[in-house]
């Protein structure tokens, strides 16, 4: 059963090479069906990542452009229930136009977070409930706190653990470019992560932090911890001639459309030593 605004706790598995190169794509905020929907850069996306065997897919909501939340009530309190039954067959057939476009990649996706533009079926389940059960994948919620295992493949019995706390998104006053990254920051505050994702405001950008930690180890040493803070774009161009948008009713600043990308590479190396496995990461966008 659906319930709003939900967090989960998961994890996935995968493998990789020492010494090469796999990504992660967070994608979410492409708003299919929507004619301000840049379909044909997300078909160019689905095809590249369709092609690279090393790039898995985290979904950050807002795959169709469906009710937002004022609306779902609307629909839901107030049309009769032949009207709802109309609402859900559109829900599954926008849905299956989604799912058709990523399933070329279905077992590389690592979850899907929910949005705030999803549809409700009668069924008591979420538009993102229902692309995640036909696609075989975890549903993620608005908020996740997930952890990627990854095992090298030439060293079965180490896994390298990349931790990840996302969120669909929130609102907020700040117009300028830093009110974006902002608002990821405030993540830090709730769980220790490595990355930190958030979409909704369909812009892209990427900060890298860095802080001390203990070294549980004899006498008082630390290490330095990387974390990555990142806006994770969108496919919903704001400005059209003619065309009404919300983007253009609060002065959003043009998004560069598409989405960020992830890049993680294992490295093995002699520490006192010892033979151990550490990870690159890296983000652009």
């Known amino acids: 059963m659906y319930a709003d605004e939900t967090f989960t706790i998961t994890s996935s598995e995968i493998q990789a090479d020492i010494n090469e190169e796999f990504h992660v794509i967070p994608l979410g905020d492409i708003h299919l069906g929507s004619e301000a929907c ?73 979850g899907l977070g929910e949005g705030n533009h999803r549809g409700v079926l009668e069924s008591g389940i979420s538009t993102t409930q229902y692309i995640c059960d036909k696609l075989n994948t975890k549903y993620l919620g608005y908020m996740s706190y997930f952890a990627l295992n990854v095992k090298p493949r030439t060293r079965r019995n180490s896994t390298i653990q990349i ?44 900060r890298p932090l860095s802080k001390f930690v203990p070294e549980n180890s004899n006498g008082f040493k630390i290490r330095t911890k990387k974390q990555l803070l990142i806006t994770t774009g969108g496919f919903l161009k704001s400005y059209m001639p003619n065309m009404p948008s919300y983007g253009v009713r609060v002065a959003y600043a043009p998004a560069d459309l598409g989405c960020a990308k992830i890049t993680f590479i294992l490295r093995r190396s002699q520490v006192d030593k010892k033979d151990v496995t550490t990870l690159d990461m890296h983000a652009s966008v």
């Open 38 to 110: 840049d379909e044909s850069r997300f078909d160019y996306m689905c095809q590249w990542i369709t092609k690279k065997k090393n790039v898995y897919v985290y979904g950050m909501g807002d795959y169709t452009d469906l009710a937002r939340a004022h609306d779902r009530y609307t629909i839901e309190s107030q049309t009769a229930k032949s009207t709802q039954r109309i609402m859900d067959r559109i829900y599954r057939e926008e849905s299956d136009k989604f799912i058709k476009k990523i399933a070329p990649f279905k077992d590389r996706i690592l």
């Open 163 to 206: 931790v990840f706390l996302t969120h669909h998104g929130i609102g907020g006053n700040g117009r300028l470019a830093g009110a974006t990254i902002n608002r990821v920051e405030k993540l830090e505050r709730i769980a220790i992560a490595d990355i930190y994702m958030m979409g909704h405001d369909h812009q892209k950008g990427v």
